[in-house]
């Protein structure tokens, strides 16, 4: 066995069973908690107390610091926001890097850039850790109900060893290429679910202003090509008005900034996607950014002279 600089075991074989996860929040937090119920020790940290004691009734433990979570974990989970705060937590005074077991498995599940994940890959190897990308797609659906898709950027050996465990937090659990691979696919995602969900928006501005049967036009186009999960789970949002987030707007617009960067320095030209870019900023400088996505509805209803408050 290797040992690190301070004398800790490198348990970097053995099976998981210990996990601190570290960002609780809307989906933090069920993923935390199906790995409770999966049968994984987990001690969670999140910056507000109130999701910390979530964990506990859901039978976590609480750690008061990221210090205190990863100090005796198999595995670091991180869900975090953005780009900052997973390079804060991870490469930041007091980090996951400083604390973490030499050998232990870090997993960023958070939606970041995949620059930013080759460089906490690059990190983690002179500490003696090993380190995946895997972020996730499904929403807050899926990850209570445990039935993500799971996309894993980084070595064979670690994406073997992590894979019972993301398989107590997804369905559809695939292993797309090295170190920040899983946030290229990911970035892709995005795309296609904000040009969805402006295509939805759209469709459904035109059938009101055409004085359609809303929720018929939408059951039927649900059956046919058009269907789609974005139409599946965003229906109810638009026909309802119920744009509680879900995912936010502020963080598709960081999602579709990944998406432009990337596109520019590999050199794809994406028009509908850069437009949609511009429609989610819209939104955001109405006052939307902390609105589910569904809401880009309320942009197209402005661009076609109907705007509603509701
Ligand atoms: P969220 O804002 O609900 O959760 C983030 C959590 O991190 C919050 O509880 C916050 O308190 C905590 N946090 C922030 N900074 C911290 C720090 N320095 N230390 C400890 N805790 C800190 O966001 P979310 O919707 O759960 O999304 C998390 C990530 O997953 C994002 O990257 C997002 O893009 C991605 N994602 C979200 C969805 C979705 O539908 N919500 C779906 C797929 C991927």
Redesign the pocket.
């Known amino acids: 066995m290797d040992r690190n600089l301070d004398g800790h075991t490198d348990t970097s074989h053995g099976k998981l069973r210990s996990v601190a996860f570290?960002?609780?929040?809307?989906?933090?937090?069920p993923m935390a908690a199906n790995l409770v119920r999966a049968g994984y020790r987990v001690t969670g940290?999140?910056?507000?107390r109130a999701?910390v004691d979530r964990l506990v009734e859901a039978g976590g433990h609480a750690a008061g610091s990221?210090a205190e979570a990863v100090a005796d974990a198999d595995a670091v989970i991180t869900?975090?926001?953005?780009d900052a705060?997973?390079t804060?937590?991870v490469l930041g005074e007091g980090g996951v890097l400083q604390h973490a077991r030499a050998g232990s498995l870090l997993i960023d599940?958070?939606?970041?850039s995949p620059r930013t994940a080759v460089a906490l890959a690059e990190a983690g190897r002179e500490y003696g850790l090993r380190v995946l990308d895997a972020?996730?797609?499904?929403?807050?659906a899926?990850?209570i109900e445990g039935v993500?898709s799971i996309m894993a950027g980084g070595e064979d050996a670690d994406f073997e060893r992590a894979a019972p465990l993301f398989h107590a937090l997804g369905t559809t659990v695939v292993h797309v290429g090295p170190p920040g691979a899983g946030q290229t696919v990911?970035a892709a995602n995005q795309l296609v679910v904000a040009v969805n969900i402006q295509a939805l928006a759209e469709a459904v501005v035109f059938l009101e202003k055409a004085g359609a049967d809303l929720p018929a036009a939408l059951t039927v186009l649900g059956g046919g090509l058009a269907g789609s999960t974005v139409l599946n789970r965003k229906k109810d949002a638009m026909l309802n008005r119920d744009f509680a987030?879900?995912?936010?707007i502020d963080?598709?617009h960081?999602?579709l900034g990944i998406v432009t960067d990337t596109a520019r320095d590999t050199g794809a030209v994406l028009p509908t996607g850069t437009l949609v870019a511009q429609l989610l900023s819209s939104c955001r400088e109405n006052g939307e950014g902390g609105l589910d996505h569904s809401a880009l509805l309320r942009g197209v209803e402005r661009l076609s002279g109907r705007a509603r408050t509701d």
């Open positions: 570290i960002g609780l929040g809307i989906m933090g937090g940290h999140n910056r507000s999701a990221v869900m975090l926001p953005a705060e997973v804060e937590v599940m958070s939606t970041i972020p996730v797609s499904g929403g807050e899926g990850a993500l990911k987030p879900g995912f936010r963080l598709h960081k999602d």
